[in-house]
């Protein structure tokens, strides 16, 4: 469909939407095209996409063809520990050589981290940080932030960003508490928020300096599509007792403050 003809419907059906981001979800899993443009058409004007494995970074990369989606690429724990042990080395080549050729291109690596729910014991965590390893130090090379998933192992994940001197971190999907969030505050970390309340996350966003919040779907593994992002953005506004407008645009300019977006080359960003 035509820009000019999709601004004038989203004109006409939202009169007064408010601009929202979503920094953590997975386009290349969906039917991409008709979630990117209901999520434009709901407000979602910016996107963070993530690879988790070599056919997800491909179709990432060029999903963020799209100027409303920006690509992260990464290899996550749990294809991590999918890999074969003897393919490993090649299969970390081969997305360390995509993100460098690619390097103009995406705004981020990720999805990595640690997830011991998908595989604990000395062996599965060797291998879990020997990619997540590779992964920063690929970060630091090119300069880019990461976004880091962690599961069950939010102490292990601080220690290791610290042992690595990880400087741009996102923390999706934050799993830790009151404790876990005073360090990354510290350390000048994002934390993003899920769609989903508990009350161990209401003390997290509580005590949360707003400039360290941004707000994600997690689609389609949390949230269905990025427009969940909303309902993620409405449970800051409820805890932080501010207007949900002037949460959705702090947590949008958050966003795009950290990953660069709209400061790099030939990325420019749809505005209406
Ligand atoms: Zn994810």
Redesign the pocket.
């Known amino acids: 469909m035509q820009t000019k003809q999709l601004l004038q419907e989203r004109q006409e059906l939202h009169k007064d939407i408010v601009e929202m981001a979503d920094a953590?979800c997975?386009l290349s899993i969906m039917d991409d095209s008709a979630i990117i443009r209901d999520a434009v058409l709901g407000g979602v004007l910016t996107m963070v996409t993530?690879g988790v494995d070599t056919p997800s970074n491909i179709k990432t990369l060029s999903v963020s063809d799209n100027k409303n989606v920006f690509a992260a690429i990464g290899i996550d724990p749990e294809h991590a520990l999918a890999i074969d042990e003897s393919e490993i080395e090649k299969e970390l080549a081969f997305n360390i050589g995509m993100a460098r050729q690619n390097s103009e291109r995406i705004v981020a690596i990720g999805?990595i981290g640690l997830d011991y729910s998908v595989g604990g014991g000395p062996h599965n965590i060797s291998r879990q940080k020997r990619v997540f390893g590779a992964m920063i130090e690929l970060a630091a090379e090119l300069k880019l932030p990461i976004s880091v998933?962690s599961r069950n192992a939010i102490k292990d994940v601080l220690e290791f960003l610290d042992e690595k001197e990880a400087g741009r971190v996102h923390l999706?999907f934050f799993e830790g508490g009151v404790e876990e969030a005073r360090i990354a505050v510290k350390r000048g970390y994002m934390i993003s928020v899920p769609p989903i309340e508990s009350p161990k996350r209401k003390r997290v966003i509580a005590m949360m300096p707003m400039d360290n919040l941004m707000a994600e779907s997690?689609a389609p593994?949390v949230g269905r599509t990025p427009k969940a992002v909303e309902k993620s953005i409405r449970y800051i506004s409820s805890i932080k007792g501010l207007p949900f407008d002037q949460v959705a645009s702090a947590l949008t300019s958050n966003t795009r403050k950290f990953f660069d977006i709209g400061a790099r080359s030939g990325r420019k960003l749809m505005r209406y």
């Open positions: 953590h997975h993530n999805e998933h999706h997690d593994v």
